[in-house]
T-cell receptor, first 115, second 116 residues
Framework: ETGVTQSPTHLIKTRGQQVTLRCSSQSGHNTVSWYQQALGQGPQFIFQYYREEENGRGNFPPRFSGLQFPNYSSELNVNALELDDSALYLCASSLASRGGGYGYTFGSGTRLTVV | AQKITQTQPGMFVQEKEAVTLDCTYD???????LFWYKQPSSGEMIFLIYQGSYDQQNATEGRYSLNFQKARKSANLVISASQLGDSAMYFC?????????????FGTGTRLTIIP
């Protein structure tokens, strides 16, 4: 059983640029959630994707967007990067129905630095 | 709104001793779940233990146990016989379900350092 894989592991971008982060979910999981973890803080929920649709969103602006593909992998896109977007971005997969579920598997994250 | 509070920014514990990491939570939902995760410097969130709000007994997983006091809204993690490899950040998190979707709300974490 494969775990959650995120790519790239590290990334440096310039303010105003756009970035795409990728996540392959654990085998058998159908839901992907994205979290932003700023330095010294706990992760903050960005959004969740289930059956290729956004299924819940945290307090993040629309320039944070995502996709989920038929194989349940996912992308997080951030437009117009700001310095405060510098953080560790974590992807978590789980098996859930519309009624919810539990049992999250996290990836190792992508560390994004905006300069 | 839900909230998770971890009041210990850092702890130093002697190897082989037991350690308790504190977590209190605030929710008006009768159904919720509480998680503890370990985050080493590599960044990955490693699942340690889970407690459902309706579970009658405290959860245990090997050296980890969760001291769940529902009336006090407390869910402390107890690590018995600490090891050097236990040095990491530890996060308490609560699962929130809302209209068919769910998310985890995390605390600010406790940095645990095991001293040889």
């Amino acid at each position: 059983e494969t775990g959650v894989t995120q790519s790239p592991t590290h990334l440096i971008k310039t303010r105003g640029q756009q970035v795409t982060l990728r996540c392959s979910s654990q085998s058998g999981h159908n839901t992907v959630s994205w979290y932003q973890q700023a330095l010294g803080q706990g992760p903050q929920f960005i959004f969740q994707y289930y059956r290729e649709e956004e299924n819940g969103r945290g307090n993040f602006p629309p320039r944070f967007s995502g996709l989920q593909f038929p194989n349940y992998s996912s992308e997080l896109n951030v437009n117009a990067l700001e310095l405060d977007d510098s953080a560790l971005y974590l992807c978590a997969s789980s098996l859930a129905s519309r009624g919810g579920g539990y049992g999250y598997t996290f990836g190792s994250g992508t560390r994004l630095t905006v300069v | 709104a839900q909230k998770i509070t971890q009041t210990q920014p850092g702890m130093f514990v002697q190897e082989k001793e037991a350690v308790t990491l504190d977590c209190t939570y605030d929710t008006s939902d009768p159904s919720y779940g509480l998680f503890w995760y370990k985050q080493p410097s590599s960044g990955e969130m490693i699942f340690l233990i889970y407690q459902g709000s309706y579970d009658q007994q405290n959860a245990t997983e090997g050296r980890y146990s969760l001291n769940f006091q529902k009336a006090r809204k407390s869910a402390n993690l107890v690590i018995s016989a600490s090891q050097l490899g236990d040095s990491a950040m530890y996060f308490c998190a609560m699962r929130e379900r809302n209209f068919g979707n769910e998310k985890l709300t995390f605390g600010t974490g406790t940095r645990l350092t095991i001293i040889p």
